[in-house]
């Protein structure tokens, strides 16, 4: 099936419920008739309409890709508003407001970006994830779905909404920290570094992560991270979803393994 069918497929079950055809096309700001253009597979949106879309409907790029049962968030509700969290954060942070907001947009524009990092325990593999950042507030959020793994088949992952993970960029004096969580944060809590140093020349942010778990000092190690926007383009896109998953090194483009197999290069002034 071609990407376009796929894509008026997930959409026209995203529309389901929300009203009528004319309502989401109004909402989207198109017309009626751009609107049944792309879901009859005769158009494909342009980049704009294909955020505004993601945003609408809570999904990611992933909806060109695959069935939307693969890619749909699970409802889980809005989060409150917590004030006394927020009162906390002001003090842990002497009141110094650390979150990433617009003043970085250059380097994390609203849109897709492909997280690569370094599989556990192998120098073979590498997990491919396609994520979204968008705005909340003005502050910088990302939203993303852990790959399965290597070997693993459909029938073995447990719940979607596992292997969700979201986060939020805090500023520093080289680059940004985010920290994210799963749903559930008892099954994964970290964070992650990404260096500015490396962006100017190849539009790659090389940092590392750690995930808080109850390993000891000598079995905990930081793994390699790289994360690249994706130009907003119906080829770049597409290229960059084929990537997501679990991929050995030589099906991994030679800049993000340049950096890999030299990291220490990444952090020279």
């Known amino acids: 099936m071609s990407v376009n069918l796929i894509f008026s497929k997930n959409l026209r079950l995203l529309c389901k419920g929300r009203g009528s055809i004319s309502q989401v096309a109004g909402d989207l700001g198109i017309s009626r008739v ?22 609408m409907f809570d999904v990611d ?17 809005n989060l409150p508003n917590n004030k006394a969290a927020q009162n906390a954060l002001d003090f842990a942070m002497f009141g110094n407001d650390f979150v990433v ?13 492909l997280s690569i990092r370094k599989t556990e325990g192998t120098d073979d593999y590498f997990s491919v994830v396609m994520a979204q950042m968008k705005s909340i507030d003005g502050k910088r959020v990302i939203k993303g779905y852990l790959p399965p793994g290597e070997g693993m088949r459909r029938r073995d992952l447990g719940p979607f909404r596992l292997r969700e993970f979201r986060g939020i960029g805090l500023t520093t004096a080289k680059g940004i920290v985010v920290l994210w969580s799963s749903l559930q944060p008892t099954l994964t809590l970290g964070a992650t570094f990404y260096s500015f140093r490396y962006f100017a020349s190849n539009r790659l942010l090389p940092g590392y992560r750690v995930v808080f778990t109850d390993k000891t000092m000598a079995e905990l190690k930081l793994a390699p991270m790289v994360l690249e926007p994706i130009e907003p383009a119906h080829k770049a896109i597409l290229s960059a979803g084929r990537l997501v998953g679990v991929r050995r090194g030589d099906e991994l483009p030679q800049k993000y393994m340049t950096y890999f197999n030299n990291p220490a290069e990444a952090w020279i002034d």
């Open 34 to 55: 751009q609107m049944n253009r792309i879901l009859n597979g005769e158009s494909f949106p342009k980049p704009g309409l294909l955020n505004r879309i993601c945003d």
């Open 61 to 77: 790029g992933r909806i060109l890709l695959q069935p939307l049962a693969d890619v749909r968030q699970s409802a889980s509700g």
């Open 101 to 113: 907001g617009q003043e970085i947009a250059h380097l994390l524009p609203d849109g897709l970006f």
